[in-house]
């Protein structure tokens, strides 16, 4: 394979101007720069390549690369619905076809353009020995092959909302579930209260000692008065639906708690009761939003990590009045993201009986009492609606009504064997952020159910082609699926200078050729996006290295001269331990992207 200073020569009559640049790595996650140890120092930006001498000024450059910042942004022009089709005894259905979908937005057909079969642990990295050719070095030894993280599965305790004695028993069975983890799988424990968190792992006593801590931290820590007490239910009714079912318990309990029953403060007691609701409205909103901001960070958090991902919620559930926004936005990065939800309802299996009146003594009277019952019924019940809908919408198992918690953790971490993502452009779209309800329909097939997400909210504002190019770059590099779209390969080697440092090399083999080039002004023209990364064994991304190859090459420049292609070199400086390279290039003019992985472990 000829080189990049191969073509520089006089007789090549080409000029390359070579440079490169550290992404940041803020421009992927936030949190990723404090996440990076002291183990694991930022690599200073590399110089341009030694072997490539600078330009001569008269020469007009055929080859460029240039360094250019990159925000990614999520692009939501293509709506994507993840599908999963279970037959008669619940097992997932693989063998579908774009055919036999019907997709429906606010019940009118939509035109299926992005459809995708994907079934999980099919696309992972893999590893192998690394051969070392450069002169004036001393090649490593040879060294087994890493075992590469496959699955990354982030669990998530819902501690705002979680009871004492419901915690108790979901943390039992998650310890005895996280002590049977596969070698290949990492996972990361949070909670909605940011006060319990551990990032990705292998280590089980790691594991185990964070549940330990693991405790009921409400943020409403207040009182309830054991007479008079509007549940985040009732207020919901009465402040936000005006429910009068639910303001005439609510005041008569007023009326009876804190008036002994006199009619003559039946006033007093009404405006009681609607400031206990609108008190109560905003202690629930602010639980609610603090859980759902949380689950949005996990996900971006784990749409980070190279391999599966999965993400596991353990909750009893709560209400999102006035939230659909909130956590239809989580779906939308969970789906792209391919992060898979599933979802435990920590209370196991409950009855509210005629003795769960959830106001204490409260007024008497066999009508209030009986409505008191139906809303406690309803309460418990819509509780896990969110649940439902978050596994539902990104593909994966919602347990509930059950005291088996430990078949609940081994069937909500597990993915689906097989789903189905079919994507649309919504037509004549307004971007006024409405809802858009969502149906999916089978046609062709019977005896089949469909698990789908149920809706979408439309955006405020047109996205910017640039950053779906973005996008599909920070996707497709946070990703261990194999693309080949272009004619890329991947190889590695490293060189250990001494017994703690060591330098990685990534090649970028690039057949020109055979891309899809853009003919203008008598010259071939193109731009690739080489991203080289680096993740540590825990799947943690360590460094990032970003290039712009830019080509305007005349015809016999491409015909004689790039018979070998190009190959443009990043070096790593690492220390001894196991690592995930990731190359992604992506065609400006065909629009392709290109992915590949490697495993090293230096010794």
Do not use: W
């Not at 990703?479 to 017994?499: C, G």
């Not at 090459?553 to 990731?582: A, N």
């Amino acid at each position: 394979m000829q080189t990049c200073d191969a073509f520089t020569s006089n007789t090549c009559g080409l000029v390359v101007r070579l440079s490169v640049v550290i992404i940041a790595l803020s421009l992927f996650h936030p949190s990723i720069v404090r996440a990076q140890s002291a183990s694991q120092p930022a690599t200073p930006a590399p110089a341009a390549d030694a072997s490539v001498p600078p330009a001569p000024q008269n020469t007009t450059a055929e080859i460029t690369s240039r360094d250019e910042a990159t925000t990614f942004k999520l692009n939501v022009n293509l709506v994507l619905v993840r599908v999963v089709v279970r037959d008669a005894k619940g097992h997932a259905v693989g063998n579908l076809q774009k055919d036999n979908f019907q997709l429906f937005d606010n019940r009118k057909p939509q035109a299926i353009t992005h459809f995708s079969a994907e079934q999980p642990g099919t696309q992972v990295a893999t590893a192998h020995e690394k051969p070392s050719s450069d002169a004036g070095e001393t090649p490593t030894e040879s060294v087994s092959p890493p075992a590469v993280p496959e699955r990354y599965i982030a669990y998530l305790f819902d501690d705002v909302h979680l009871n004492f004695g419901d915690l108790m028993q979901v943390r039992n069975a998650a310890d005895r579930h996280m002590a049977k983890l596969r070698p290949t799988d990492r996972a990361a424990i949070f909670s909605t209260s940011g006060q319990t968190m551990l990032d990705f792992t292998d280590d089980r006593a790691k594991l185990h000692d964070v549940l330990l801590h693991l405790q009921s931290r409400p943020i409403a820590a207040g009182f309830a008065n054991p007479c008079f007490n509007v549940t985040y239910y009732m207020a919901d009714l009465i402040q936000n639906k005006r429910d009068p079912q639910a303001m005439q318990v609510a005041t008569q309990d007023a009326l009876f708690c804190e008036f002994g029953g006199n009619p003559m403060f039946l006033q007093a007691a009404q405006h009681l009761a609607e400031s206990t609701a609108m008190q109560q409205l905003n202690e629930g909103d602010a639980e609610s939003h603090v859980s759902l901001t949380v689950l949005n960070d996990v996900i971006r958090k784990l749409s980070l990590m190279p391999g599966q991902r999965s993400m596991v919620v353990v909750s009893p559930g709560f209400l999102t009045p006035q939230l659909e926004f909130e956590y239809t936005d989580l779906i939308d990065r969970a789906v792209r993201s391919q992060v898979t939800i599933g979802t435990l309802d920590a209370r196991g299996l409950y009855v509210v009986g005629p003795e769960a009146d959830v106001s204490g003594r409260g007024a008497p009277g066999a009508m209030t009492q009986g409505l008191k019952q139906q809303f406690a019924i309803r309460e418990a019940a819509v509780d896990s609606d969110i649940l439902a809908i978050l596994a539902d919408a990104t593909g994966g198992f919602f347990f509930q009504n059950s005291n088996d918690l430990d078949e609940g953790f081994t069937r909500v971490s597990s993915t689906p064997e097989f789903s189905y993502v079919l994507g649309f452009p919504p037509q004549n779209l307004k971007l006024d952020g409405s809802f858009h309800s969502l149906q999916v329909k089978l046609k062709n097939v019977e005896k089949l159910t469909v698990q789908a997400r149920r809706g979408y909210f439309a955006p405020k504002h047109a996205s910017d082609p640039s950053q779906q190019a973005e996008q599909e770059i920070e996707d497709a590099l946070f990703s261990q699926e194999e693309v080949h779209s272009l004619p890329v390969h991947l190889h590695t080697q490293f060189y250990k200078s001494s017994s703690l440092d060591a330098k990685l090399t990534v090649l970028a083999q690039i057949d020109v050729r055979q891309l899809r080039l853009r003919k203008a002004d008598g010259r071939n023209n193109d731009e690739l996006t080489i991203v080289s990364a680096l993740f540590n064994g825990n799947g943690t991304l360590v460094q990032g290295i970003q290039k712009k190859l830019t080509m305007h090459l005349k015809d016999e420049t491409l015909e004689k001269k790039m018979g070998s292609g190009i190959t443009l070199k990043t070096s790593f400086d690492v220390k001894p331990g196991s690592y995930l390279v990731r190359l992604v290039v992506r065609d400006a003019e065909a629009q392709l992207v290109s992915a590949e992985s490697d495993a090293v472990r230096i010794p």
